[in-house]
C-alpha cells in the first residue's frame, strides 16, 4: 500500500513563494509518474503539474507555467512543487499522486486524473490579496 503525505501548505501573500512536499511511503515510487493536482472551494480537481519517472519531463498546466517548478528525488523518495509569484487564483487544497504503472513517458493524457492511482490526503495553500 502506497502512502503520499503532503506538506508544506500555508498562508502566503499574493507575489509570495511557497515550497511543497510529497513524501512516499509503502512501495517504491521510484519508476512512476507523479503529479500535483488541486481543488479550490467549490470547484473540481484539476491538473497542476506532472513529473516523469526519471525526472527528465515536466508537464504544467498553462496558468502556472513559469510560476511553478515539479521536481523530485528517487533517493528521498520524495516529490517537490516549488510556487513563486502566487496568485489568490492558487488557493486550493493541493494533492499528490502517483500512477503505479513504470517507466512510462509523460504526455496530455498525464492531465487527467485517471492516469493516477494513489492519492495523499492534500494540504492547504491559501494566497491573500
Known amino acids: 500500500q502506497v502512502q503520499l503525505v503532503e506538506s508544506g501548505g500555508g498562508l502566503v501573500q499574493a507575489g509570495g513563494s511557497l515550497r511543497l512536499s510529497c513524501a512516499a511511503s509503502?512501495?517504491?515510487?521510484?519508476?512512476?509518474?507523479m503529479g500535483w493536482f488541486r481543488q479550490a472551494p467549490g470547484k473540481e480537481r484539476e491538473f497542476v503539474a506532472a513529473?516523469?519517472?526519471?525526472?527528465?519531463?515536466?508537464l504544467y498546466e498553462e496558468s502556472v507555467k513559469g510560476r511553478f517548478t515539479m521536481s523530485r528525488d528517487n533517493a528521498e523518495s520524495a516529490v517537490y512543487l516549488q510556487m513563486n509569484s502566487l496568485k489568490p487564483e492558487d488557493t486550493a487544497v493541493y494533492y499528490c499522486?502517483?500512477?503505479?504503472?513504470?517507466?512510462?513517458?509523460?504526455?496530455?493524457?498525464?492531465?487527467?486524473?485517471?492516469?493516477?492511482?494513489?492519492w495523499g490526503q492534500g494540504t492547504q495553500v491559501t494566497v491573500s490579496s
Open positions: 499522486a502517483t500512477d503505479r504503472r513504470i517507466f512510462r513517458s509523460i504526455s496530455d493524457s498525464n492531465y487527467s486524473e485517471k492516469e493516477y492511482h494513489y
Open positions: 509503502g512501495r517504491s515510487f521510484t519508476f512512476s509518474t
Open positions: 513529473i516523469s519517472w526519471s525526472g527528465d519531463n515536466t
